[in-house]
């Protein structure tokens, strides 16, 4: 089974699927309220979350802003139709890679990735697709655990590896994503997630004018 395939497999039927579609709304209920509380300043109408998994923020932000047209799609199929009856009606859920997003170009206000960038092998083309389905003045979101230096970068890659259950797995630094920030044409920032251990940081990404 390649890394694709088990990262399927695992995120739609494994047992830590099951876990995180019971305990990860509360989890990261406080990066949810800190990643809300900077979309709904933008007043966004079109909103796509890649990655959605269980679609917890997606309902979350439905009770919110109800007026905001919300997409979400994922990798794994077992998680398209868990979130697809949980959003019943409040939002849109497809399956799709990260980097190959089934979209017109300039089609989203806002494009979150929450606690999924790492599991993504191709990291410059997701930012570069995703880049052309925004729109002008347009956002990235990304939420994600960030290695401190290379010898956690490292530390925690081969600890993946070892385990080997959740397929794809490269964690990444700050410098790692600026480079790619860069070579992807788009502006970069960091924040610390409040209330969250100082791992979780939200990145936030936008077009180069």
């Known amino acids: 089974m390649d890394t694709t395939d088990k990262t399927k497999s695992f995120w739609s ?16 209920l406080k990066m ?6 900077k ?27 109800s007026n905001i047209n919300l997409t979400g799609t994922d990798i794994a199929p077992g998680m398209v ?22 979209f017109s170009e300039n089609s989203f206000d806002v494009i979150t990735i929450m606690m999924a960038f790492h ?15 925004l ?26 590896k070892v385990i080997s ?9 700050e410098n790692d994503i600026k480079d790619l920030a860069e070579k992807a044409e788009l502006t970069f920032s960091v924040e610390q997630i409040p209330g969250m251990n100082r791992r979780y940081k939200m990145l936030t990404f936008l077009k180069k004018l």
Request: proline residues 3%; contains cysteine; glycine residues 6%.
């Open 119 to 133: 599991h993504f092998p191709k990291k410059l083309e997701t930012l570069q697709s995703v880049k052309k389905l």
């Open 39 to 65: 979309i709904l300043t933008r007043n966004p109408k079109d909103l796509l979350d890649i990655a959605c998994g269980p679609g917890d923020f997606l309902l979350y932000l439905s009770n919110l802003a």
């Open 135 to 160: 729109r002008m003045n347009g956002v990235l979101i990304i939420a994600d655990i960030v290695a401190r230096s290379d010898f956690q970068k490292k530390f925690w890659n081969i600890a993946e």
């Open 165 to 173: 259950v959740r397929g794809y797995v490269e964690h990444y630094t």
């Open 13 to 28: 039927n494994g047992f830590g699927a099951r876990l995180y579609r019971k305990f990860a709304r509360k989890w990261f």
């Open 32 to 37: 949810h309220q800190k990643i809300a509380e």
């Open 81 to 102: 139709k868990y979130a697809n009856q949980k959003l019943f009606g409040k939002a849109k859920i497809l399956e799709s890679k990260g980097e190959n997003q089934p």
